[in-house]
């Protein structure tokens, strides 16, 4: 409903899943893992700003305007609350969601997030960026994607399909610039992750060429952390059926009871 942002609906059951694709992605990569969630589950694919459908959406790059613009939305469906999960790039975004209005969010699932840690491999996301053709798209996908997840020739055809977008690889070049400046990625405070107070999720391939999983380290106790053998960055398309386990189970969790916040005594 806000402008210029796209997103694919399915089901209408009362639990609404949100779901936020990485960098370069869109919102069919979800496909195989909607399907294996309960039927009667409403979700929400979003295709981010300066990504697909949402091409052209104003000032679509930073992972804060995402954020805005996916809330913007939401309240606009008067969707009071909703299970978040993102990946990658859209795992920062939805992060910054829930820490900007967390009483939305009633639980968070997290696929290899962005912004947990400064490093990031910037020469493979600035190449992927830029990938135009077959050839090229699939050996970017080979390079994050683990030893025995060979590129999906419909996950290929759909890249394909979006990038022969007018005006869609310069901006995939111009938003991989500006996240990997200086080989680095902005980082978001582990403090500021430790209030939110909703059943929190993450899982990191062990094979992730991207971004290490090594940066699940020393997140705030209450997170779980799912680490996933021989699997590399992209997540929703090599392991589905795993990832749609991972949210069924976060999404049924309750949230932590909220901390008891005493004045001090006066002396």
Not at 6 to 33: M, P
Not at 56 to 61: E, I, K, L, R
Not at 134 to 157: F, N, T, V, W
Not at 188 to 214: E, K, Q, S, Y
Request: glycine share 10%.
């Amino acid at each position: 409903m806000t402008a210029s942002l796209f997103v694919a609906q399915q089901g209408v059951g009362s639990k609404a899943i949100v779901l936020l694709h990485g960098f370069g992605g869109c919102h069919d990569v979800w496909r195989d893992v909607i399907s294996s969630l309960a039927p009667a589950t409403r979700t929400l694919a979003y295709d981010l700003p300066g990504h697909g459908l949402s091409l052209d959406f104003p000032g679509a790059g930073p992972a804060k305007v995402a954020a805005r613009a996916v809330l913007a939305d939401l309240s606009e469906r008067r969707l009071k609350r909703v299970h978040l999960v993102g990946h990658s790039m859209g795992g920062a975004v939805a992060m910054l969601m829930a820490l900007a209005e967390p009483g939305k969010v009633a639980s968070l699932t997290l696929l290899a997030p962005g912004g947990l840690g400064p490093e990031i491999n910037g020469p493979l996301l600035r190449r992927y960026g830029g990938a135009a053709d077959r050839s090229e798209i699939r050996a970017c996908l080979a390079a994050m994607s683990g030893p025995h997840s060979p590129p999906q020739k419909r996950i290929m055809d759909l890249l394909c399909r979006m990038r022969g977008r007018p005006g869609q690889v310069p901006k995939l070049v111009e938003i991989a610039t500006a996240m990997t400046m200086d080989d680095r990625q902005g980082v978001i405070p582990h403090d500021r992750l430790d209030g939110l107070n909703m059943p929190v999720m993450v899982a990191w391939g062990t094979d992730d060429a991207v971004l290490p999983f090594t940066q699940a380290d020393d997140l705030p106790a209450h997170f779980h952390v799912h680490h996933v053998l021989e699997v590399g960055h992209m997540l929703a398309e090599e392991a589905p059926d795993l990832v749609a386990e991972i949210i069924r189970r976060n999404t049924n969790r309750r949230a932590r009871p909220q901390r008891q916040k005493f004045a001090a005594a006066a002396s």
